[in-house]
């Protein structure tokens, strides 16, 4: 009797055992998602959106999992995810494969998952309301017209989480939204995309060092719109003979 009580004691000590271990590595930061912070890049699923204006988002998940070797391919709750620390801070990089206008439905269930409050929910998106190269943050707000930001505040229920706007220029005249959003960049674009991306990663590293006051006004810079040089009277007078000739 003494032996198998031992041994049924060995065996519920292994199921345990067990259960931690697999609670540790896969809902690590379950009931302690206070430290921990939800980074969702937002784009849209599939090799034909690859490279688009609309899945900037994307882009700038990859560019923080490269530089901070996180393994961003594990498939789960309906996006593609990666663990792992940035700057001393735990994180969950997330790359919902639901469609933009869906996102809401992956980033309810990371957040219900890992517990994780509003605050620490940070989302990177594209807009057509800032030129290539520069970003905007913001703490909370509205959608903007944006449908993935509209789809999480809608499953959220707030607007209370901090966004990361990567500016994708503004529609050319003619053009059609959704053809715009879905185009790739040109070749004199990637550039300056490269520079917003870059800038988002920064910004996002800030935020999570608690300096969102910092990068808001590192990077919150409102667009300047070119004036003509004036002339002096000289330059006036030589153009005025030019062109008399």
């Known amino acids: 009797m003494d032996i198998l009580k031992i041994f049924i004691s060995a065996v519920v000590i292994g199921i345990m055992a067990g259960v931690a271990f697999r609670s540790f590595f896969e809902g690590t930061f379950n009931k302690r998602g206070n430290d921990m912070y939800i980074i969702v890049g937002l784009g849209n699923p599939g090799r034909e959106y690859e490279q688009t204006k609309h899945n900037v988002g994307f882009r700038v998940i990859d560019k923080l999992a490269d530089k901070?070797?996180?393994?961003?391919?594990?498939?789960?709750?309906?996006?593609?995810?990666?663990?792992?620390?940035?700057?001393?801070?735990?994180?969950?990089?997330?790359?919902p494969q639901t469609y933009m206008n869906l996102s809401g439905e992956s980033v309810k269930e990371v957040m219900s998952?890992?517990?994780?409050?509003?605050?620490?929910?940070?989302?990177?998106?594209?807009?057509?309301?800032?030129?290539?190269?520069?970003?905007?943050?913001?703490?909370?707000?509205?959608?903007?017209?944006?449908?993935?930001?509209?789809?999480?505040?809608?499953?959220?229920?707030?607007?209370?989480?901090?966004?990361?706007?990567?500016?994708?220029?503004?529609?050319?005249?003619?053009?059609?939204?959704?053809?715009?959003?879905?185009?790739?960049?040109?070749?004199?674009?990637?550039?300056?995309?490269?520079?917003?991306?870059?800038k988002a990663a920064e910004a996002v590293e800030m935020m999570l060092d608690g300096k969102m006051r910092d990068a808001m006004n590192k990077f919150n810079k409102k667009v300047k719109e070119e004036k003509p040089e004036k002339k002096n009277k000289n330059e006036e007078e030589n153009n005025d003979g030019n062109e008399n000739r």
Do not use: C, Q
């Not at 700057?87 to 990089?93: C, D, E, Q, S, Y």
């Not at 290539?132 to 449908?147: D, P, T, Y």
């Open 68 to 95: 901070y070797n996180i393994d961003v391919t594990k498939f789960k709750h309906k996006a593609f995810t990666g663990d792992g620390m940035i700057n001393g801070k735990k994180v969950f990089l997330v790359k």
């Open 113 to 198: 998952f890992y517990k994780v409050p509003i605050e620490n929910l940070i989302v990177v998106f594209d807009d057509i309301s800032l030129p290539m190269s520069m970003i905007r943050l913001r703490e909370k707000g509205s959608a903007g017209g944006h449908n993935g930001i509209k789809n999480i505040i809608s499953h959220m229920g707030t607007d209370g989480f901090a966004r990361v706007k990567v500016g994708i220029g503004e529609k050319p005249n003619g053009w059609d939204l959704a053809d715009y959003v879905l185009a790739k960049f040109n070749k004199d674009e990637e550039p300056l995309i490269e520079a917003g991306i870059d």
